[in-house]
Nanobody
């Protein structure tokens, strides 16, 4: 089993910045063979949506709404961790942000963190 633990959420004024982190723990073999990791978000009354993903090869993908403002990165050296640097935050970015990881071994499945609240005030 793998657990994803997020941190870094909070309250910030519009135009400000936050950095989210998500650390993986648990089965080392599963962690070391994970594929893409990413961030999703869910605002009240809305469906969960993709924010950004990053593959083991470093390839990234962003939602159009965050391109140029958010940057995703990952570190697989010691503790597999994925980061989301969020700049120029807008009130529309207010949501619960969830970390996601693609597990491959022993089975293909998605892992999710518990979520971290990001609130942007106008």
């Amino acid at each position: 089993q793998v657990q994803l633990v997020e941190s870094g959420g909070g309250l910030v004024q519009a135009g400000g910045s936050l950095r989210l982190s998500c650390a993986a723990s648990g089965n080392i073999f599963t962690i070391n063979t994970m594929g893409a990791m990413g961030w999703y978000r869910q605002a009240p009354g809305k469906q969960r949506e993709l924010v950004a993903t990053i593959g083991r090869d470093g390839r990234t993908n962003y939602a159009d709404s965050v391109k140029g403002r958010f940057t995703i990165s990952r570190d697989d050296a010691k503790i597999t961790t994925v980061y989301l640097q969020m700049n120029s935050l807008k009130p529309d970015d207010t949501a619960v942000y969830y970390c996601n990881a693609e597990g491959r071994v022993p089975a293909v499945r998605a892992y999710w963190g518990q979520g971290t609240q990001v609130t942007v005030s106008s």
